[in-house]
C-alpha cells in the first residue's frame, strides 16, 4: 500500500497564480528586441572598432616598409615604383579590410620639406614622412547607419616615421 497525503497537506496554488502563467512570456517579449537591437548595435561597433585597428596597424606596416627605401613589393617587376610597393605593403598587411574600407584615401606628408607628390613623396634618408589613410566603414543595420553621416562610419589612421639611411634611387 502507497502512503498518500492528506487532502488539508497538498500544495495549494496561491490564488491568482494561473492567471500569471502567461506574463513571463508577455515581459520576455518586450525585454526580448530592446535586448537584442542592444546586442546588434554593440557587435556593430566592434567591427568599426576592429576595421579601425585593423587599418592602423597596415599603415604603421606600410610606413616601417616606407622608411627602408625599397620598392621590391611592386607587383609591377619591370619598373618598380616606390608608392606601388607601400600601398602593396598596406593591402597585404590589412587583412583584407582595406578593399572594405573604402577604398581609402591616402595622404603623405613629407614634414620635413619634401616634395609630397610623385618619386620622392616618401622623402630621402633622414626626413619625417607621415602616411595616413582616411577610411569609411559601411555598416550594416540601419538601426546603427542612422548615427553616422551617410550610414558609413569615419575613421582616420596614421604613422609617423623617420627614414633609414638608405642609397638608390627612391
Known amino acids: 500500500m502507497i502512503p498518500t497525503l492528506p487532502a488539508a497537506s497538498r500544495r495549494r496554488w496561491p490564488r491568482g497564480t494561473l492567471a500569471q502563467r502567461g506574463a513571463t512570456i508577455v515581459e520576455f517579449a518586450i525585454i526580448a528586441p530592446a535586448f537584442l537591437m542592444l546586442m546588434i548595435g554593440v557587435i556593430e561597433l566592434s ?14 606596416e606600410g610606413a616601417r616598409y616606407a622608411v627602408t627605401g625599397q620598392s621590391n613589393l611592386d607587383p609591377n617587376t619591370s619598373s618598380q615604383q616606390r608608392y606601388q610597393a607601400v600601398m602593396q605593403k598596406i593591402k597585404d598587411s590589412s587583412m583584407g579590410m582595406y578593399d572594405k574600407v573604402g577604398p581609402p584615401t591616402v595622404s603623405v ?20 614622412v607621415v ?19 551617410n550610414g558609413k562610419a569615419h575613421f582616420v589612421v596614421a604613422a609617423t616615421m623617420r627614414n633609414e639611411s638608405f642609397s638608390g634611387s627612391i
Open 47 to 60: 567591427m568599426v572598432y576592429f576595421a579601425n585597428l585593423t587599418m592602423q596597424h597596415a599603415v604603421r
Open 109 to 128: 606628408t613629407n614634414i620635413s620639406g619634401g616634395s609630397n607628390s610623385g618619386a620622392g613623396m616618401f622623402g630621402n634618408p633622414g626626413d619625417i
Open 131 to 149: 602616411i595616413s589613410l582616411d577610411c569609411n566603414w559601411p555598416l550594416v543595420t540601419p538601426m546603427m547607419a542612422a548615427f553616422f553621416n
